[in-house]
């Protein structure tokens, strides 16, 4: 923006080149001043800013709960608004979780998810991807309950966007993971979905683990978000 702003100023010191009191010294030594500082890209939080830095409680419409995050994290309308996304800046880079309403479940559905994480935990299929975690549990002081679940896959190409926003190709592992939220229902439950999208890697996840695990733990269920509209 600085540039632009610049060069009208700059044709006038231009044109008057041959008379410099067509100009105000005041007049030059803006002129002089707006050249002499180059355009400043908006600087990202470093890692200790973003592990330790201050914090706002973000509610995440249209899941009913919120979440404990760095300051310049935000809430995103993708694809038009029907995508909605928690995104933020990373240690590693930038992460983006869609937030989701999904079908609502039923008591035996918790127990099947239950039995299938165990199972998953204890074998892995050839060719197939490793999971690392497949945990259901409930949230302190309600009934709410969460399920998350982490798997890798193998090494592969990807394309990785880094902390400047430039994309490239190098090898890397894939990362998948879920929070799945049950509130209940009556005799059913509500179930929300957060998921890590946009091609999330082990690597990253290793390096962002503190900040990512932190906030997923800050999870609190907020039932009048349910109602309030997505902006």
């Not at 869609?98 to 099947?112: G, H, P």
């Not at 892995?124 to 975690?133: C, E, F, N, W, Y």
Request: glycine share 4%.
């Amino acid at each position: 923006m600085k540039k632009l702003a610049l060069l009208p100023l700059l044709a006038l010191i231009a044109l008057a080149c041959d008379d410099k009191n067509t100009l105000s010294p005041s007049a030059r030594q803006a002129a002089a001043n707006a050249q002499a500082q180059p355009d400043k890209a908006p600087s990202r939080p470093t890692t200790q800013e973003l592990l330790s830095g201050p914090r706002k409680r973000l509610t995440l419409i249209p899941v009913p709960f919120s979440a404990s995050v760095p300051v310049p994290w935000k809430i995103e309308n993708l694809a038009g608004g029907s995508v909605v996304v928690l995104a933020g800046p990373t240690p590693s880079g930038d992460v983006q979780i869609q937030l989701s309403t999904r079908t609502a479940v039923k008591q035996e559905d918790l127990d099947i998810i239950q039995r299938a994480a165990k199972k998953e935990l204890a074998t892995t299929q050839p060719g197939t991807k490793r999971v690392l975690k497949a945990e259901l549990k409930k949230l302190p002081n309600n009934n709410v309950q969460i399920f998350a679940r982490q798997a890798v896959g193998q090494p592969a190409p990807l394309i990785i966007t880094d902390a400047n926003n430039h994309e490239h190709t190098e090898t890397a592992t894939p990362f998948d993971w879920t929070i799945t939220l049950f509130v209940p229902n009556g005799p059913d439950f509500a179930r929300y979905e957060l998921n890590f999208i946009g091609g999330l890697t082990a690597e990253q996840h290793k390096l962002d683990q503190a900040l990512l695990e932190g906030i997923m733990a800050s999870l609190m269920y907020e039932p009048s978000a349910a109602t309030q509209p997505i902006h």
